[in-house]
């Protein structure tokens, strides 16, 4: 983990590098650009030819760096997939988990020991974690779209229209799941 964070530090700052240096360098370019425009309305050419060399040479030098840049982004975006795939694994896991613990609580609680409700299903489950992705991943839409916007996380859906705007407001799926575990525990007890 240490490696992937040193990794991750080391292409921001040489992409804030590259990022510097190819304004510095479309700044030259446009300089030259405007200089060489003024030189062919006044005609002169010994200005002409040596404002020319200078601007394809500036030309080249921008082309190089964002070249340079790309890579950088693509470096970027590989590690950033890649660190987005173990997250998923783990996911994936956790859900399989937790789906596999409630069964095994349907199993043990007794009919006459919870109402409906108490023991969630498979289908509130997911309600419940793509609240929770929302919550986690969603940029709220204007028009208050129940999917946030294109760049929220995938699969986030807010199953409460009124807090479609405002992700945050969205309870926890560990709070959610422990008021119904807690209902579970009081029904148990009585």
């Known amino acids: ?5 040193e990794t991750i530090i080391v292409l921001a700052l040489r992409r804030e590098a590259a990022f510097t240096e190819l304004r ?6 446009g300089r ?10 006044r005609r ?3 200005l002409i030819a040596e404002l020319e060399a200078a ?7 921008e082309r190089k760096q964002r070249g340079s840049l790309i890579k950088i982004l693509l470096a970027e975006r590989t590690l950033g997939a890649r660190a987005l795939t173990d997250a998923l694994a783990v996911a994936a896991s956790k859900w399989r988990a937790l789906l596999s613990t409630n069964d095994t609580l349907h199993v043990a609680v007794p009919p006459s020991g919870a109402s409906p409700g108490m023991k969630l299903d498979v289908s509130a489950l997911r309600e419940l974690v793509r609240d929770e992705m929302f919550r986690l991943g969603a940029e709220p839409a204007v028009n208050g779209n129940a999917d946030g916007t294109p760049r929220s996380l995938p ?4 199953s409460a229209i009124h807090l479609s705007r405002n ?6 799926l560990a709070e959610k ?9 009081e029904a148990l007890a009585s």
Do not use: W, Y
Not at 32 to 41: M, P, V
Not at 177 to 185: D, F, M, P, S
């Open 44 to 46: 002169k050419k010994p």
């Open 55 to 61: 601007h394809s040479v500036a030309r080249e030098q």
């Open 24 to 29: 510095k360098c479309s700044a030259e370019t």
């Open 167 to 172: 992700p945050e407001a969205v309870v926890p």
């Open 155 to 158: 699969g986030a859906h807010c």
């Open 1 to 5: 983990m240490t490696d992937f964070i």
């Open 32 to 41: 030259l650009k405007i200089e060489l425009d003024a030189a062919r309305e």
């Open 177 to 185: 799941l422990g008021v119904a575990n807690e209902k579970i525990r």
